[in-house]
């Protein structure tokens, strides 16, 4: 058999077994390599039987997923380096000069933009604010008065909170929130039209819903998933964006491009190698300024230093392999209808193994 008819058919076989036991009820997947598409293609139904008042309906390439923490790469990360490049934002200036309420003491003064966005911070992983805070400005203030769990710079620990407070900045520096900074200087540029925060009751049925929960009202669709995120208002820095594997697959393109897009430059080749160079690592893996590098707990074969990915919590993933001109893209609503099922991660350790056989990366 061909060599990439054997990839294409390890491939429908694998995520064929995902749906087969329950894994997701559908998704899409997209490889770009070398500039040209390999694969874009979606698998099974938004939704494996009827919940509620929602019916399940066949997975197009133009079904739109709610992306989760692939938010942080796809637009915070790039807000923030924008700034940077215009020279209205240093990596080096704390939080609090900006958010002064932030800096309450020596060490949370101390924190600055690159400890973010390099999980370096300090701040604690999971906190549910939503439980007793409501609003961007109640979720703020209290973000300001976590302690820290360790002395900036001294370790490495993922978190949405500092996230959360770049969403913020953004704001503060461009007086544009951040849904609307990066529509005007990333989605729209890539012409990503199915990517935005908080997507209008016109595109719900194009939508995949998320998890069924009671205290929500039901199945969550159409809004976002993650808590703290919805008592934003669905706006916020770690999580919120809505996108399609399509779009997904321009944004990839760029990456891959050295931040370039049909000729328009979206980022900097400095940008770009920011992203790839690693700053931070636990055992697990490490990080560049927004990116994940190197962890084969969801990379599988294609883990390296010069790999860098992204996972969101309901089931979405990007890897990239720049020195290979490879990109993968998969897109799922694995906590549908709840998060309590098979873990995905084999799943895409298995797509990305496959896909490092072909290419031989």
Known sequence: MHRLEKMLSELETTITQGIQEGVF??????????GETIKCAAYGKTADKVYGAYKPIPTTTKTIYDLASLTKVVATTNAVLQLREWKVLSLIDPIAKYIPQFGTDQQKAAITIQHILTHTSGLPNAVRLFEHYHGERQ??????????VFAPGANCLYTDLGFILLGEIVWIISSLRLDEFTQRYVFNPLEMADTMFAPPESLKARIAPTECVGWRGGVIHGEVHDENAWAMGGIAGHAGLFS??????????MILNQGMYKGESILTTGSISDMETIYSSNSE????????????YFMGDLASKGTLGHTGFTGTSI????????????????????????????????VANIVAEFCQC
């Open 319 to 350: 890897l990239l392999k720049p020195m290979h001109h490879l990109a993968v893209v998969f897109l799922s609503n694995r906590i549908y209808p709840t998060r309590e099922g098979p873990l995905l991660n084999p799943y895409r350790r298995r």
């Open 139 to 148: 979720i703020i203030e209290e973000i300001c008065h976590q302690k820290l």
């Open 25 to 34: 009820p559908g998704a899409t997947l997209w490889i770009g390599w070398h």
């Open 244 to 253: 399609t594997v399509e779009d997904l697959a321009r944004f990839c393109t």
């Open 285 to 296: 893996e490490s990080y560049g300024l927004g990116w994940v590098i190197n962890a084969p």
